[in-house]
Every structure is written in structure tokens, then in C-alpha cells.
């Protein structure tokens, strides 16, 4: 068969398969106007906008708003995103909230999109090929099923592993502080960074940050700053933890048995031994994935972070491919039928994935 044919029919069988499940996560937006957390991030915007800043973590005045715009036996979330992001978020504070909630919907099918044809420059992979990863990829559909956010941030991270390609580390780190809107999903990239020595990146990172943090102190103070980051450790909000049965992170493996440092602090040496011995992207993408498994709360859907680091990190070696292969295709989604708690196979197989490609940099490194 012509290598057109095969791109032709990878690109059929990936849009059957994401416009089957998109398509009914749109019917089922349209028809009940389940705003799943879009709530958080409308009720968000809507409060800065007609409350005004200060009550941007008020409760009270969340749940009044969100009750209005989404009346029906939805849970009422408090927004626990920056404050910076409020103000980004402001677009779709003018719309109607059933519309603003189609309207977030395709704005993160594009940001998908996107996503795959920046991921085939990344990756050397050919654009249909990454769309079908994509389409099998069970954190996509976990994100539109939930309403979540992590389709824009997944076009942050992909533009800048594909600005970190084109030799332009600042402008990467820049694109890179965008996923600062859920910084504790990147908590190893500094350490990766600073392993790396890739001090232009880093700076574009801190610079991007740097902003964000002076638009959030601008909007709601040192009080309204301090007040976000003393309701995120004292996770005193209602709501704010739902279902703490589905992280997917080694704390949820490890629970009480003691191995919770000991994992933590084994991801953290793998993520800077990767620093140290893999190229720029290769050691980004181990960075991201030790993040992700040792993240303080990460659901299913924040593993679509993962899928450019698996896309570039399997084929350096068996030890990368297997629990990469194993994330990527649709198998932990089908043991969470049978039990639940398998969920922490994803933090797993991230591990694995991670320790894989810093034994490929050993070798790699043995025979220079």
C-alpha cells in the first residue's frame, strides 16, 4: 500500500475514533449543559468580572454564581486555579454559559489539534500518526469528558518542545511558563532545567512566570495571593478534593505504607539523572512525566501532558517502549472496569518509563 494510503486511512480511522467520542461529549453538553469543572473556571471568570477580584476565592459568592448559571445538581467547585488565570479566562465571561461552555469545548478541540500537527514536527512522526495516538489516548477523552483545561496546556507544552527544536530556548520557556495555570504538574522541570544547564530556557520559564505571578499580585494582592496558596495546602475549600480515591500519583500508590518519600525522591533522582545524560527534548519529556507521577494531585486527564514524553521517550529503548506503549494504548482505562485503584498504574508506568530512559542515557553515555 502507497504511504499516502497509509496516511490517508490513519487520519480516517483517528477522526472516526476521536469524532465518535467527541462528537458525544458535544451531544451531551448541548443536551444537558453539564458544565463537569467548566463550572469552576466560568464561575471564576464571572466573579472577577461582576464581583470583583478580592472574591475570587470567596465560596460563597462561586456558589452563588455558579448556581445561576448552572442550575441542576451539579457539585458547585471553587476555583482553584491562579489568579492570573481568571483574567485569561474573561472572553467567556460575556457568553451565555451554556454557550460558553460549547464555546470551551471547541477551543480545546482545537488546542488539541493543534497539538498533534506541532507534535509530528516534534517527533519526526508523520501528522496522522500522532492524531491517531491521540485518539486512543484515554487522558484526551478523560479531559472532555471532565471539561478540563489540559488541551490548552498540552499546546502550551508542545510549542515549547517545538520552539526548543527550532533552537529558540527563551521563546520555549515562555511557552512553558503557560503551564504555570497547574504548576504542580511541573514541579521536576526547574531541577531538569538546572541539571540541563539550560540557563535560557530556564530564564524564559522564570520570565513567563515572573508575569503571571505580577498579574495575580495585581489583581488580588498579597492577601488575595497568600489566602489562594494557604487554601491549596489547607484544602479547606468544599470541593476542592472529589474523589481522592482517583489520583493518579505514587502518593495514592504508596498510601500508608511508607513508601511515599522513598518513590518521590527516586523520581526525582531519575528525572536529574535524565537531566544529565539525554538531549534537551528527551530530558523535558522525562521532566514532565516524573512530574506527573509524583504531582500532588493529578487526575487521568493530566496525563495528557504525557503524550509528547512518550512520543519521544519509547523509541529510545525497550525499557522506554514497554510502559510507554502500555500508557499510550488504551489499557489502564480497561483494568479501571475491573478495579478502581488500577489507576496508580499510571503513575507506574511513568516511573518505568522515566528509570527506561535514563538506563538508554547510561549506555548511550558508556559508548562515547
Not at 476555583?79 to 483574567?87: H, K
Not at 526548543?164 to 504548576?183: D, E, S
Not at 518521590?264 to 521532566?287: D, K, M, N, Y
Not at 506503549?325 to 518509563?353: N, S
Request: charged share 10%; with cysteine; glycine share 8%.
Amino acid at each position: 500500500m502507497r504511504p499516502r494510503s497509509v496516511a490517508a486511512l490513519t487520519w480516517v480511522a483517528a477522526g472516526l475514533l476521536a469524532g465518535f467520542w467527541l462528537g458525544a461529549i458535544f451531544g451531551a453538553a448541548a443536551r444537558t449543559g453539564d458544565p463537569g469543572d467548566f463550572s469552576a473556571f466560568y464561575g471564576g471568570a464571572r466573579v472577577l468580572r461582576t464581583v470583583g477580584p478580592r472574591a475570587l476565592y470567596d465560596f460563597p459568592a462561586m456558589e452563588r454564581i455558579t448556581r445561576a448559571s448552572f442550575p441542576g445538581p451539579y457539585a458547585v467547585l471553587p476555583f482553584i486555579r491562579p489568579p492570573f488565570y481568571a483574567l485569561l479566562l474573561q472572553p467567556l465571561a460575556v457568553l451565555p454559559p451554556h454557550a460558553a461552555l460549547l464555546a470551551w469545548l471547541v477551543l480545546n478541540a482545537a488546542a488539541l489539534l493543534g497539538s498533534v500537527f506541532l507534535l509530528a514536527g516534534v517527533t519526526g512522526r508523520e501528522a496522522p500518526v500522532v492524531a491517531w495516538h491521540a485518539a486512543i489516548f484515554f487522558p484526551a477523552l478523560a479531559a472532555f469528558f471532565n471539561r478540563q483545561d489540559v488541551p490548552l496546556l498540552l499546546l502550551a507544552a508542545t510549542l515549547a518542545y517545538r520552539l526548543l527544536n527550532r533552537g529558540r530556548p527563551f521563546a520555549a520557556g515562555l511557552a512553558l511558563a503557560a503551564c504555570t495555570v497547574k504548576f504542580h504538574l511541573g514541579l521536576l522541570l526547574p531541577l531538569v532545567l538546572v541539571v540541563q544547564r539550560s540557563w535560557r530556557l530556564l530564564a524564559g520559564l522564570a520570565a513567563g512566570a515572573g508575569v503571571a505571578l505580577a498579574l495575580s499580585l495585581l489583581l488580588v494582592g498579597p492577601s488575595g495571593c497568600w489566602g489562594y496558596v494557604r487554601m491549596l495546602f489547607e484544602r479547606t475549600a468544599p470541593n476542592i478534593e472529589n474523589y481522592p480515591e482517583r489520583q493518579a500519583n505514587l502518593s495514592s500508590v504508596a498510601r500508608d505504607s511508607g513508601l511515599e518519600i522513598p518513590l518521590v525522591l527516586l523520581t526525582a533522582a531519575a528525572a536529574a539523572a535524565a537531566g544529565r545524560r539525554l538531549q534537551a527534548r528527551e530530558a523535558l519529556a522525562a521532566g514532565w512525566l516524573g512530574s506527573l507521577a509524583i504531582a500532588p494531585h493529578a487526575v487521568i486527564s493530566d496525563y495528557l501532558l504525557a503524550l509528547p514524553a512518550l512520543l519521544l521517550l519509547a523509541p529510545l529503548g525497550r525499557a522506554c517502549f514497554v510502559p510507554g506503549v502500555l500508557l499510550l494504548f488504551p489499557v489502564v482505562p480497561l483494568l479501571l472496569v475491573w478495579d478502581e485503584r488500577l489507576i496508580g498504574l499510571a503513575p507506574l508506568l511513568a516511573l518505568a518509563c522515566l528509570l527506561g530512559a535514563v538506563i538508554h542515557g547510561s549506555s548511550r553515555r558508556s559508548e562515547v
